[in-house]
């Protein structure tokens, strides 16, 4: 075809080799897999459970999840109608994770519900490094407690992620957003302060002075972040319990040795959040910096049409940035598994030979592939090496006739000859 048809700008393919895209690196499909074992391995040490729900989800429980005037809602969202019924590809799993919640009474399981999820998101951004289309997010979300041994818990599993892979360049912002009454009354003090300001804010600021102010917080504008220094401050506004409430988180998170810088103007991108609100940064990603974030949404059972609020905090982490904090820290990721043994095999009858042993010792559970192409020994030998086969089991006329197979040790070279009733029990060794 003179012009194959490509894939969609800020998605990728996982191949099952590494590689990079501008200098972005998109992870091969072993690492995937490695990097999900860990994160599975990891929250079954807090006994953490996955929750699996759909890619596509109503949009009404996006919309009134995260927030209406948030970005994600408000622009980025894949949603399209059909018949009645409007759908869109997921952005995050909090909102999904809650309505499952409810509509399965997981509460009646009895206790805390830590429901973890590995799986793609999809957000209609600027593609640019670190910062992608379908995206995948790995998190938990830890439902049914109101302690701030919960908000502990969760960060805790969220960096445990990291240093369990041998990251360890990061830094984790904390604030806390206050009760439901807390943010409008800082938003209304925000809004007053830079009004008279307006002239001297970008554009998209400026916009977002009419709709959502606490977004302007988030600027890497030097203008505007000189003129911020001065505004108000959410924890001025947030109210005693909430104060409480994050003393503790701070407490909590000291006693456990975790390093936390206190950010008053960490806000978070969804409008779910009460009290607790953390981002975990890596200096190594430039722009898109965020490893991961979340918080605590003691309000968002309501907002998606729970009976009463249920306490609730989790984060969520980006695989493609984590993947980004391997490369820059230099931390190599395995190759794919490796083949116990690739059928070299030279000629019809021993192609048909190759054949059927592979079918047989696959039987018994070893990992075994032989050429398709009747390529020549050289070319044969170098996709046993390709596929890093233990051993090249060699394969012609004369070892037909004698019913003995030359088994190559691919990475000492010495070879032996063994007959073909005993290449299982060779192979195993
Ligand atoms: P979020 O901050 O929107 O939070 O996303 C969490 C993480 O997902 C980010 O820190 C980033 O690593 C990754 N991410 C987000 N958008 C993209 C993108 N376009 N491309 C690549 N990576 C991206 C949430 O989604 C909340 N649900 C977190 C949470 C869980 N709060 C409570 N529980």
Known sequence: MSNPIRSITGTFDVLPDAYRVDDALIAGSAAWRHVEATVRDVMARYGAEEIRTPILEPTELIARGIGQLTDIVSKEMFAFERGDTNYVLRPELTAPVMRAYLQHRLDQRGGVQRLYYIGPCFRAERPQRGRYRQFHQFGVECIGAEAPQADVEVISMMIGVYRALGVSDMKLRLNTLGDAESRPRYRQALQAFLAPHAARLTETSRQRLETNPLRILDTKDPGERALLADAPKLVDFVDGASREHYDRVRNLLSAQGIAFEEDPFLVRGLDYYTRTSFELESPALGAQSALA???????????????????????????????????????????????????????????????????????????????????????????????SARYAVIVGSDEMAAREAMVRDMAGAEQERVPFDDLALRLRA
């Open 293 to 387: 974030g979340g918080g605590r949404y003691d309000l968002l059972a309501l907002e998606v049409g729970g009976r009463e609020a249920v306490p609730a905090v989790g984060f969520a982490a980006g695989m493609e940035r984590l993947f980004l904090a391997l490369d820059a820290a230099g931390i190599a990721m395995p190759a794919a598994e490796r083949l116990d043994a690739y059928l070299v095999a030279l000629g019809d009858e021993a192609s048909e030979w190759a054949t059927g042993t592979a079918a047989r010792l696959r039987e018994g559970g070893l990992r075994v592939a032989t050429d398709l192409l009747s390529r020549s020994m050289k070319a044969q030998m170098r996709e046993a090496n390709r596929l």
